[in-house]
């Protein structure tokens, strides 16, 4: 798969914040691969208002509280959302697709035209929230 880090040039982004170099992402994009992105982004922020935007190697959306959360990757035929602690994270709905032979990480890869259930997308952003806020606060005792 080819990946998509190097829109809009060396993926560095001058002056632009993260936020905007995500927004610029997304606009470039100009596909599903953007609409897609763009609303798991608006879900991402739904379920915790206290994400924080980075834009990291060379290119690659990250969201994080208290630590990474997950990335949002962008290929020719998937948007993958990869989660940085997805194998501590409880999943019934099943929306792990990928990554799922890894000891740490585990990824929502989405095509063209499916859907994700919002609701149980949100209930893994939170509980990856509460698991690195846990972590944290552990590491201060």
């Given amino acids: 798969m080819a990946h998509e880090a190097e829109i809009?040039?060396?993926?560095?982004?001058?002056?632009l914040?993260?936020?905007?170099?995500?927004?610029?992402?997304?606009?470039?994009?100009?596909?599903?691969?953007?609409?897609?992105?763009?609303?798991?982004?608006?879900?991402?922020?739904?379920?915790d208002p206290d994400i924080v935007e980075e834009w990291k190697w060379r290119g690659v959306p990250v969201f994080s509280d208290h630590g990474i959360i997950c990335t949002g990757e962008t290929y020719k035929a998937v948007v993958k959302l990869t989660f940085h602690k997805g194998a501590f994270l409880d999943d019934p709905a099943g929306l792990f697709n990928a990554s799922l032979d890894?000891?740490?990480?585990?990824?929502?890869?989405?095509?063209?035209?499916?859907?994700?259930?919002?609701?149980?997308?949100?209930?893994?952003?939170?509980?990856?929230?509460?698991?690195?806020?846990?972590?944290?606060?552990?590491a201060k005792v």
């Fill in 17 to 47: 914040s993260p936020e905007q170099l995500i927004d610029r992402r997304i606009a470039e994009l100009a596909d599903w691969r953007g609409e897609t992105l763009s609303r798991m982004r608006a879900l991402i922020h739904d379920a």
């Fill in 102 to 138: 890894g000891n740490q990480r585990r990824a929502i890869d989405i095509s063209e035209g499916e859907s994700v259930d919002e609701a149980a997308f949100k209930s893994l952003i939170k509980a990856a929230v509460a698991l690195n806020s846990s972590k944290r606060s552990k």
């Fill in 8 to 15: 809009g040039g060396s993926g560095s982004g001058g002056d």
